[in-house]
């Protein structure tokens, strides 16, 4: 009897790790319980030093420019959801071969004790890591956990079965198979093992198949019973004939990006994989402060009618984020609704000697903003509505906040809690390394170099439309200037922004030259600063540099 080596364990423990990952992404959907992979994920990001994470960061990045994935935050979230996949079934495949190596050794067939402790070893860490830290998922953390043990229960029996298959039921085929020829009981040995190993592939594969399909689905239609609900305004396309800058001048040059983007384009990064889906019936905010045996001291405790209560403004908004490239697209505008921080503040109770808010979301990012700022910037606010209608859930329902001037990583989402400080504290990505201010960096983008739209001036000549965006955040765009093959800068015009706080979009009509010309822009914030040329990556404090496009006309 040639009993199954630990690359014949690994690779049934993979087989069946599959369909149990299947399950577990069907049991997400249906019941919101956790996903392995990505709580394992989480964690190990968590604890994970920071300049670990950057070059993580950065080599994905890397990867998605190089292939040209777009949009990059879809791709980004994909590469996340896969290193947690890889990183289980690198754990199950070396799982998988010490138990075939344990199971070589046992004298007796076992039928499944020696698999439910298989399982329970490997199950019970992994159920462990997903239920602490900043893991986000709906159902009942008893119920998650018997859900979880009894997946890996049910896996451990699998392979403990798939060991005897390939063991003692193979062996005792061996007499009425094998030929009496020197060496064929090994290669009959061998045809049933390859066999077997199809047989449990394919029907590891059709579970796979129809868990995954069934879970989509079901994740398309809670989707739709949200949106049906009126939690999650659908995606339409922004009512361009309605904004403020309608009537403007000067016309976009055609492939310029939309002035207002849709907000189911709207970009996403943050660090949940899976956006919290929050409650709103039982969803306070809760303003505290820590005393000094540990305890908290409730200041308010507001509902989101008291927050819709307050007088509301609308603002026109561009968000970038702080790791996006140059000419990136981790950028988006979209009009927000909320109250100002500082009319929310007049239903707090606020000690003397305040002086930062630590504001944490429910998916365990933290980030603080500073009374001074907010006493000074009545625009700082939690923002509630997007284009007329609640934050998505991915986005952060139900409240965020916006900072004037600052990239997105100071910014949390499904704001859960607010914790009053009498100092200031590093938030979750400036204690990686990012930067601590984390301030907008001036940018100007080409988008389109217009050769299929040709216009003629007064005088005959022929013109080609060049047009993009420059945005200061808070600080707007006073002057935009573009460079054709390294010559003189010449002023481009500018289109009147839907606020301050938004892209500026450019415009230059170029003279038309025959041959391969490279357009560059650069643009002065609205204080008369020029951005930054030099070159930088985006860690620690977003990048910089001079945007340029090649085209052949």
Same mark, same amino acid.
Request: with cysteine.
């Given at each position: 009897?040639?009993?199954?080596?630990?690359?014949?364990?690994?690779?049934?423990?993979?087989?069946?790790?599959?369909?149990?990952?299947?399950?577990?992404?069907?049991?997400?959907?249906?019941?919101?319980?956790?996903?392995?992979?990505?709580? @394992?994920?989480?964690?190990?990001?968590?604890?994970?030093?920071?300049?670990?994470?950057?070059?993580?960061?950065?080599?994905?990045?890397?990867?998605?420019?190089?292939? !040209?994935?777009?949009?990059?935050?879809?791709?980004?979230?994909?590469?996340?959801?896969?290193?947690?996949?890889?990183?289980?079934?690198?754990?199950?495949?070396?799982?998988?071969?010490?138990?075939?190596?344990?199971?070589?050794?046992?004298?007796?067939? !076992?039928?499944?004790?020696? =698999?439910?402790?298989?399982?329970?070893?490997?199950?019970?860490?992994?159920?462990?890591?997903?239920?602490?830290?900043?893991?986000?998922?709906?159902?009942?953390?008893?119920?998650? *956990?018997?859900?979880?043990?009894?997946?890996?229960?049910?896996?451990?029996?699998?392979?403990?079965?798939?060991?005897?298959?390939?063991?003692?039921?193979?062996?005792?085929? !061996?007499?009425? !198979?094998?030929?009496?020829?020197?060496?064929?009981?090994?290669?009959?040995?061998?045809?049933?093992?390859?066999?077997?190993?199809?047989?449990?592939?394919?029907?590891?594969?059709?579970?796979?198949?129809?868990?995954?399909?069934?879970?989509?689905?079901? #994740?398309?239609?809670?989707?739709?019973?949200?949106?049906?609900?009126?939690?999650?305004?659908?995606?339409?396309?922004?009512?361009?004939?309605?904004?403020?800058?309608?009537?403007?001048?000067?016309?976009?040059?055609?492939?310029?990006?939309?002035?207002?983007?849709? *907000?189911?384009?709207? %970009?996403?990064?943050?660090?949940?994989?899976?956006?919290?889906?929050?409650?709103?019936?039982?969803?306070?905010?809760?303003?505290?402060?820590?005393?000094?045996?540990?305890?908290?001291?409730?200041?308010?405790?507001?509902?989101?009618?008291?927050?819709?209560?307050?007088?509301?403004?609308?603002? %026109?908004?561009?968000?970038?984020?702080?790791?996006?490239?140059?000419?990136?697209?981790?950028?988006? +505008?979209?009009?927000?609704?909320?109250?100002?921080?500082?009319?929310? &503040?007049? @239903?707090?109770?606020?000690?003397?000697? #305040?002086?930062?808010?630590?504001?944490?979301?429910?998916?365990?990012?933290?980030?603080?903003?500073?009374?001074?700022?907010?006493?000074?910037?009545?625009?700082?606010?939690?923002?509630?509505?997007?284009?007329?209608?609640?934050?998505?859930?991915?986005?952060?329902?139900?409240?965020?906040?916006?900072?004037?001037?600052? %990239?997105?990583?100071?910014?949390?989402?499904?704001?859960?809690?607010?914790?009053? @400080?009498?100092?200031?504290?590093?938030?979750?990505?400036?204690?990686?390394?990012?930067?601590?201010?984390?301030?907008?960096?001036?940018?100007?983008?080409?988008?389109?170099?217009?050769?299929?739209?040709?216009?003629?001036? /007064?005088?005959?000549?022929?013109?080609?439309?060049?047009?993009?965006? /420059?945005?200061?955040?808070?600080?707007?765009?006073?002057?935009?200037? *573009?460079?054709?093959?390294?010559?003189?800068?010449?002023?481009?015009?500018?289109?009147?922004? &839907?606020?301050?706080?938004?892209?500026?979009?450019?415009? %230059?009509?170029?003279?038309?030259?025959? =041959?391969?010309? +490279?357009?560059?822009?650069? /643009?002065?914030?609205?204080?008369?600063?020029?951005?930054?040329?030099?070159? #930088?990556?985006?860690?620690?404090?977003?990048? +910089?540099?001079?945007?340029?496009?090649?085209?052949?006309?």
């Amino acid at each position: 009897m040639k009993k199954p080596g630990i690359v014949l364990g690994a690779l049934v423990a993979g087989l069946l790790t599959l369909p149990l990952l299947a399950v577990m992404f069907l049991g997400e959907a249906i019941a919101g319980f956790p996903f392995v992979p990505f709580g @394992l994920f989480i964690n190990v990001r968590d604890y994970t030093p920071g300049g670990v994470i950057t070059k993580t960061i950065e080599t994905m990045q890397s990867v998605i420019r190089t292939l !040209q994935l777009t949009p990059s935050d879809v791709w980004a979230k994909r590469g996340e959801e896969s290193i947690g996949i890889i990183m289980v079934l690198v754990i199950v495949l070396i799982a998988g071969a010490i138990f075939f190596r344990f199971m070589n050794r046992m004298e007796r067939r !076992q039928e499944w004790i020696p =698999g439910a402790i298989f399982g329970l070893i490997v199950g019970i860490p992994l159920t462990v890591v997903n239920m602490v830290g900043n893991q986000v998922f709906t159902a009942d953390h008893l119920t998650s *956990v018997i859900w979880l043990i009894g997946l890996f229960l049910l896996w451990g029996y699998a392979n403990n079965w798939a060991y005897n298959k390939l063991t003692y039921q193979m062996a005792l085929s !061996q007499p009425r !198979q094998a030929p009496a020829v020197p060496g064929a009981k090994a290669e009959v040995n061998a045809i049933d093992r390859r066999r077997f190993l199809i047989q449990l592939g394919g029907a590891t594969a059709a579970i796979t198949v129809v868990g995954a399909f069934v879970g989509s689905m079901a #994740a398309d239609q809670s989707s739709i019973r949200t949106i049906a609900d009126g939690s999650i305004p659908e995606a339409t396309e922004p009512p361009q004939a309605n904004l403020p800058n309608s009537n403007a001048s000067v016309v976009p040059a055609p492939g310029t990006r939309s002035e207002l983007t849709p *907000v189911n384009q709207f %970009y996403r990064i943050d660090i949940s994989l899976v956006p919290p889906d929050i409650d709103l019936a039982g969803w306070t905010l809760p303003f505290v402060i820590t005393n000094s045996d540990g305890s908290q001291t409730q200041l308010a405790n507001l509902k989101m009618d008291d927050i819709r209560k307050l007088p509301s403004m609308d603002q %026109y908004i561009t968000q970038g984020c702080i790791s996006n490239q140059i000419a990136g697209d981790l950028i988006s +505008t979209v009009k927000w609704t909320g109250a100002s921080m500082q009319e929310v &503040l007049k @239903l707090v109770k606020m000690p003397a000697d #305040a002086t930062h808010l630590l504001i944490s979301g429910a998916d365990g990012f933290f980030e603080t903003v500073s009374l001074d700022l907010i006493n000074k910037d009545p625009t700082i606010m939690l923002g509630y509505d997007w284009d007329g209608q609640p934050l998505p859930t991915e986005h952060g329902f139900p409240i965020r906040i916006h900072v004037s001037d600052l %990239y997105g990583m100071k910014q949390p989402k499904w704001i859960t809690g607010i914790e009053v @400080l009498n100092h200031d504290v590093d938030g979750y990505w400036v204690v990686r390394g990012w930067d601590k201010v984390a301030q907008v960096r001036t940018v100007s983008v080409v988008d389109t170099v217009a050769t299929g739209s040709v216009v003629t001036d /007064a005088g005959g000549k022929k013109l080609i439309p060049v047009g993009g965006i /420059a945005w200061a955040g808070a600080r707007s765009i006073s002057k935009v200037e *573009v460079s054709v093959d390294g010559s003189d800068w010449v002023q481009a015009q500018l289109r009147e922004p &839907l606020s301050k706080k938004t892209w500026v979009i450019w415009r %230059y009509d170029w003279p038309f030259a025959q =041959g391969t010309h +490279t357009f560059a822009v650069r /643009a002065y914030d609205g204080t008369g600063q020029l951005q930054i040329t030099d070159s #930088a990556p985006e860690h620690p404090s977003g990048a +910089t540099g001079i945007h340029q496009v090649s085209v052949t006309v």
